[in-house]
C-alpha cells in the first residue's frame, strides 16, 4: 500500500510540473508578442499621405452591338482628416482626385474612409465597406472580404447595371514579403491579395491587389464582366457584352 501510495504522488507530483510549466510558457509566449511582425506596415495612414495611380480601364457596353472604350487616367488619394464615428473608432477621410495629366489640376470627385484596428483594414468606397486587409498577415490566410457588402448591390458601369458580388468574395493572402517590379519600379517586400477569381459562362469576376511594405497599395487588377455569349472556346474578354477591366498602378506616394 505504500508503495502504490507514493507511485500516485510521484504522479500526482509530475502532472502539477508539467501544467506549471505549460502554464508559464503560454505567460511567456503572451509577454513576448511582437505587432511588428503583424504587417501594420503594409498600408501605413496618416493625415497628409498621397498616392498616384495611373488608371487604365476598358469598358465594354451594349448599345448598337458591343462598344469598348479605353482610358488612361490618373488618380490621387490623400488622407486629408480624421474623426472618431459612433463607436468611438478613429476613421481617416481620403479624398478622391482624377486629372487626365499628372500636370493638370486635379479635380475632386470624392471622399473615402479608412478604418484600422489591431485586427482588420476597412476601406469604405462610396457606402461600401471592404475589408481589405487582415491581422497578422499570413500566407494562404482568407477571410470574407466583402461580408459587409449586400450581394443584391448593383454598379453602374457605361450606363449598363451589373451586380459584381455574386457572393462574398473570399479574399486571400497568395505571398508575402516578395520582391518585385511593378510599372518600372522596384519594390523589396510586396503581399498579394486576391479578392476573387471566379467565372462562368456569362460571368467574370477577378480582383486582385498588391501592397508594398511601408507604401501600401502598388497595384489593382479589378474585372466585372457579363456575356450572353457562351462559347468558351473564346478569351471573355473578347466576348464580354459589358462591365469594365480596370488596372492601377502607383506612380508616386509620399
Not at 504522488?9 to 508539467?18: G, K, P, T, V, W
Request: aromatic share 16%; glycine share 4%.
Amino acid at each position: 500500500m505504500k508503495k502504490t501510495i507514493n507511485s500516485d504522488f510521484q504522479r500526482l507530483a509530475f502532472l502539477f510540473m508539467i501544467l506549471f510549466a505549460l502554464s508559464s510558457c503560454t505567460k511567456n509566449e503572451t509577454e513576448v508578442i511582437d505587432t511588428s511582425t503583424f504587417g501594420y506596415e503594409y498600408f501605413p495612414v496618416a493625415i497628409g499621405k498621397r498616392w498616384i495611380y495611373q488608371t487604365d480601364s476598358i469598358v465594354y457596353t451594349q448599345k448598337i452591338g458591343t462598344q469598348i472604350d479605353s482610358s488612361k487616367t490618373y488618380q490621387m488619394e490623400e488622407v486629408v482628416d480624421t474623426f472618431r464615428n459612433s463607436e468611438n473608432q478613429l476613421v481617416y477621410r481620403l479624398d478622391i482626385s482624377y486629372a487626365k495629366d499628372t500636370a493638370q489640376d486635379w479635380v475632386l470627385i470624392s471622399s473615402y474612409f479608412i478604418q484600422k484596428d489591431q485586427l482588420e483594414f476597412h476601406k469604405i468606397e462610396n457606402g461600401l465597406d471592404y475589408i481589405k486587409l487582415v491581422f497578422p498577415l499570413r500566407k494562404y490566410k482568407s477571410w470574407y472580404g466583402n461580408i459587409r457588402i449586400s450581394s443584391k448591390t448593383e454598379f453602374n458601369i457605361g450606363g449598363e447595371s451589373l451586380r459584381p458580388f455574386t457572393e462574398n468574395w473570399y479574399y486571400s493572402y497568395d505571398y508575402l514579403d516578395k520582391p518585385e517590379y511593378i510599372g518600372g519600379l522596384f519594390y523589396d517586400k510586396v503581399s498579394r491579395v486576391t479578392e476573387e477569381d471566379d467565372e462562368n459562362l456569362l460571368e467574370k469576376r477577378y480582383s486582385v491587389a498588391k501592397y508594398a511594405k511601408g507604401i501600401g497599395m502598388i497595384y489593382k487588377e479589378l474585372w466585372i464582366l457579363d456575356t450572353q455569349n457562351t462559347n468558351n472556346s473564346i478569351p471573355f474578354k473578347d466576348r464580354a457584352a459589358k462591365g469594365m477591366i480596370l488596372r492601377q498602378v502607383l506612380v508616386s506616394h509620399n
